[in-house]
Nanobody, 123 residues
Framework: QVHLVESGGGLVQAGGSLRLSCAAS????????MGWFRQAPGKEREFVGA????????YYASSKKGRFTISRDTAKNTVYLQMASLQPEDTAVYYC????????????????WGQGTQVTVSS
């Protein structure tokens, strides 16, 4: 069973940066995609991006390209979300997800999820 634990959330000022981590366990992840979603208060869950575990290929939601970078460390079984130039509208709970298949929101939506980590951006 896949187990995902996010960390690294917190309070940051507008314009700042933050790196989230997602520690994965429970199986080997060859063939898996892993990635991130976020959900702001009162809004629907939003796909951020994904990465293939084996090749490290990335795929981002069009609105997230440029400020968000996903990477992974296979030795540590950890996926990262580096966020830059954060704005108050980036305030949300950020969730890590993993699924077997290509690096798409559909793959991740059907897979395993972490509990989420809160990111708050103050103006």
């Amino acid at each position: 069973q896949v187990h995902l634990v996010e960390s690294g959330g917190g309070l940051v000022q507008a314009g700042g940066s933050l790196r989230l981590s997602c520690a994965a366990s429970g199986r080997t992840f060859s063939g898996y995609a892993m990635g991130w979603f976020r959900q702001a208060p009162g809004k629907e869950r939003e796909f951020v991006g994904a990465i293939t575990w084996t090749g490290g290929n990335t795929y981002y939601a069009s609105s997230k390209k440029g400020r968000f970078t996903i990477s992974r460390d296979t030795a540590k079984n950890t996926v990262y979300l580096q966020m830059a130039s954060l704005q108050p509208e980036d305030t949300a709970v950020y969730y890590c997800a993993a699924g077997l298949g290509p690096p798409t929101s559909t793959t991740l939506s059907r897979g395993s999820w972490g509990q989420g980590t809160q990111v708050t951006v103050s103006s």
